[in-house]
């Protein structure tokens, strides 16, 4: 198998089935490639992963090194530290004037845990839960891999490529789903879900009694247009966010969910036994992260500089055609008048122009060979830099 591709079969059983049915994770295999180009001497300009550039707030930096200093680093509850869990109600208060009760707060090892929580709580072997595609691939990996079935919803342009609840009853038709996903603003196509059509969601999840999961890691980095929790209108879903994007906080993994009272136990013993606790050093630095207000509004207001430059150069290199990009801080580019092999058109990229970018079979296995996901989590300059390099490169 060759760099940046699925895997067209099963391979040799030296490991269970389970895992053979989880794809790698393209973005993570450009960006180990890209990590080789540089150990090698090359420059490269990192377009592949959703990861901030820059560091933590300094508040966050400063509560961690005061408890480095204490000396000790514990465990805490399961269901993370109380103080933390009472901040990120009061976050739900004051941002989207929605009253959240502590208790309903789960702190988890980054996002992943809460995916990896919330899927264990709410179903048995064998659902089936709606996904969005194009969309996060670990979405399906970890279905997958928890023995579960993720059920591809088809997003179109017309729609802006977010979830309608006409799509999502037309899939349930086909066989009866158990679980529905989305996720505002959206990875890859940086797509916000409308109030109104997020709303309308909600109610096709109740009305066909399934399960709701709103990923909201990217609420706090949109470019002019509102974002909305879903427990606005859907006060039993299950709301999943972190640290890491808004905040830059990728590596000290650590994430939160907001879930239905009659959820707490269950998730509350599966995190005890799978993950004890979020790191207890993360959790003290998440604490002051919602006081950086300043330092979080630059970094937010410095990717939207990112993305004026790219959406005015990508047309201009043959790159006009994408998906919209309310948020979040990803292009999905239509390469198809380019090449139709973006696995190829990202490994040429990489190796003859030094940038690294993800092909879209990471997140739409049916149409991603014709898309390319640029991210502008970098600095300005590195954007800049990237449009000259594919200026050369695609001449």
């Known amino acids: 198998m060759t760099a940046f591709s699925r895997p067209d079969a099963v391979i040799a059983r030296a490991h269970s089935l389970r895992a053979a049915r989880v794809a790698p994770f393209l973005a993570m295999d450009v960006m180990s490639a890209a990590t080789a180009k540089e150990r090698s001497g090359s420059h490269v300009i990192h377009m592949e992963v959703g990861q901030p550039s820059g560091p933590a707030p300094r508040a966050v930096i400063a509560a961690a090194r005061h408890a480095l200093d204490g000396g000790r680093l514990p465990y805490t509850e399961a269901l993370g530290l109380a103080a933390l869990r009472e901040r990120i109600a009061r976050h739900y208060r004051e941002t989207y004037g929605v009253t959240v009760a502590p208790e309903r707060v789960v702190v988890t090892t980054g996002s992943s845990a809460g995916f990896v929580l919330a899927f264990l709580s709410l179903f048995d072997a064998g659902a089936r839960v709606a996904v969005p595609e194009p969309g996060y691939p670990a979405y399906r990996s970890i279905l997958n891999a928890l023995d579960l079935v993720p059920v591809p919803l088809r997003l179109h342009a017309e729609d802006r490529f977010a979830p309608t609840g006409e799509g999502v009853r037309a899939l349930h038709a086909t066989g009866p ?8 603003p959206a990875n890859p196509s940086g797509t916000v879900i409308a109030p ?91 604490l002051a992260a919602f006081d950086a207000v300043e330092e979080v509004e630059a970094t937010r ?95």
């Open 177 to 184: 789903l158990c679980g529905l996903l989305v996720m505002s």
């Open 196 to 286: 109104d059509r997020l709303a309308d969601l909600a109610r096709t999840a109740r009305e066909l009694g399934i399960s709701f999961i709103s990923d909201e890691i990217y609420h706090g980095l949109a470019y002019g247009v509102p974002t909305d929790t879903a427990l606005r209108t859907a006060p039993d879903a299950v709301i999943i966010n972190s640290f890491s994007k808004t905040w830059s906080m990728t590596g000290w993994r650590v994430g939160w969910m907001v879930v239905p009272e009659a959820l707490v136990r269950p998730i509350e013993r599966l995190a005890q036994n799978l993950y004890i606790s979020a790191p207890y050093l993360s959790q003290v630095a998440a």
């Open 301 to 395: 207001a410095g990717y939207g500089a990112n993305r004026e430059i790219l959406l005015d150069a990508f047309p201009r290199l043959g790159l006009g055609r994408m998906h919209p990009a309310d948020g979040a801080f990803y292009l999905y580019a239509d390469v198809s008048a380019l090449t139709d092999d973006a696995a190829a058109f990202c490994r040429r990229m990489l190796d003859e122009a030094g940038v690294a970018a993800t092909p879209g079979l990471d997140f739409d296995p049916v149409e991603g060979g014709h898309h390319v996901r640029f991210s502008f989590a970098g600095s300005a300059e590195d954007c800049g830099e990237a449009v000259a390099r594919l200026r050369v490169w695609l001449a």
